[in-house]
């Protein structure tokens, strides 16, 4: 039915675009259309990703129906939704936290996070699964006159084209949005739906996508090298429910020698005996209800009794289910053992080895919602100061180290420059301490820096972070005399009292009063 419906698009799409080149007359994009076209339907489960709108661009269309095969199977294929899924908590865990180097700026950024037009909580979810399903996302932002800024997501099959500066495919001139516009009618309980075009412009959008080859602006799912393997691992488990299920279908083979009365007569008697009843159809077999377990069988020399053992090749067949998975595994960076929940398939050692690609590609995504996040925040902090409710610049009071000394540096920066410190959860804190070790063992030999070994442990401001390790070691010490003070009685002030000749008063043997010299 699927292969049905997938030569039936692709004749309707042949017919769209030979009517139109016929309409202009362009016998070579015609010839071209038809080629193309044939090909495609000698390859059932393929998509062809060259002509269209040039060589190097894949056709909008294809772009779509990628996308909806993608999203089809995100949502039906067990494999495809479990390798999103691992993708998303690993990389965004409970959630995305931030802080700004300036209180108002993250004030303004705190009030943008919770406001429940924005739901940032969920839309985090909603932006990573459209990149990871889609292979694009769309953001619109919408402006109040009080700097307020709404974000929604454009679905990416409502993506007609992106259209991008001739000169420069980097430049977002607009976005070409088609979508089915419903108005509920609560007198007539049904919904009015109409199909409506809108060219959005370049700077009311932010717009990325990944998965592309060099020069294409349009992004291809993750998913879409995954998808006709995903689908022969379900049909292949098809395959092997049936055979599981078939192989029950006749338990026991009864041989009763004697004519058709006699095979009659003895199915009757045993039917009665197990206390069933004889099931017979037309051209069928007469059948009846399995023994009940435990059962005895009482036999003569005329009846032979034979169990059929289905042959369905289970051990052979592991190894083929296996393989299968393994291409999932390969399209989708996840491991199998994360795809089917099952540590059987290696050991720790093993599993720990090969994580490494799996996660050198959640810090790619961290960077990547990272990033896209910052460029939201710009848009925040742009609108916050066009209304009046930040000013454009800044200036901020940092501690830094230098010199071996902490020293206060003042720069002035624009508001919608401030840093934010984007946190994410951690990815690697079972080898934290390995990290360290390293890092100890580099720095005795005097191959690495302070500020190169804080970089690489994921300390972006060296300086100041080391100004504020002293500031509480400081603080730390202010604290111990504190309490050492109160724990035991203070020193005196001012030394004891000396005599004339520069002895110091000492107390006699006898008690009070000086000692008498003679």
Known sequence: MEGVIATANALQRLAARVFGLATRGDVEALAEAFSEQLQQLQMPGWTLLSGGTGAEQAPPESIREIQREALVGWMRDPLLAQAVNIKRVFVLGPGISFTAEEPEIEKALREFWVDPGNR??????????????????????????????????????????????????????????????????????????????????????????????????????????????????????????????????????????????????????????????????????????????????????????????????????REDGRALRLMVAAATNVFEHYLLGDPSTGNLATAKSMELPMRREFEWWQGLMAWILRQVFR??????????????????????????????????????????????????????????????????????????????????????EKARILREQEERLVRERERMSQQYPPFPSEPPAEDEEGEADQPSEGGGGREQRG
Request: aromatic letters at 8%; one cysteine or more.
């Open 379 to 464: 848009r925040v902090l742009e609108a916050q100061v066009r209304a009046g409710r930040l000013p454009e610049t800044y200036t901020v009071t940092r501690q830094v180290y230098r010199d071996g000394r902490v020293v206060e540096v003042k720069e002035e920066k624009p508001t919608v420059d401030c840093f934010i410190d984007i946190n994410f959860p951690a990815l690697k804190t079972e080898d934290l301490l390995d990290m360290v070790k390293a890092a100890q063992l580099e720095q005795q030999m005097g191959i690495k820096s302070d500020a190169t070994i804080a970089s690489e442990l994921g300390v972006e401001d060296w300086e100041a």
């Open 120 to 317: 940032m909580q969920f839309a985090q979810v909603e932006w990573f699964e459209s990149l990871a399903v889609c292979g694009e996302l769309c953001l619109r932002f919408y402006e109040g006159q009080d700097g307020r800024v709404q974000v929604r997501l454009v679905p990416a099959l409502e993506i007609q084209d992106v259209i991008t500066d001739p000169d420069d495919r980097h430049v977002l001139r607009a976005v070409w949005r088609r979508y089915t516009y419903r108005v509920f009618d609560e007198q007539s309980r049904t919904w009015r739906e109409e199909q409506r075009d809108e060219l959005i412009p370049g700077e009311e959008v932010l717009f990325v996508a990944i998965n592309k080859p060099p020069g294409w602006v349009r992004g291809v799912s993750p998913l879409y090298r995954a998808l006709p393997w995903s689908k022969a691992y379900r049909e292949w488990l098809e395959d092997r429910a049936r055979i599981n299920k078939a192989k029950g279908a006749w338990a026991w083979i009864r041989r009763v020698k004697g004519g058709p009365q006699a095979l009659a007569g003895a199915a009757a008697k045993l039917a009665a005996e197990i206390g069933g009843r004889l099931r017979s159809t037309p051209g069928e077999t007469n059948s009846m209800p399995p023994p009940k377990p435990g059962s005895v069988i009482n036999a003569s020399e005329g009846v032979d009794w034979e169990v059929i053992n289905a042959k369905i090749g289970a051990d052979d067949a």
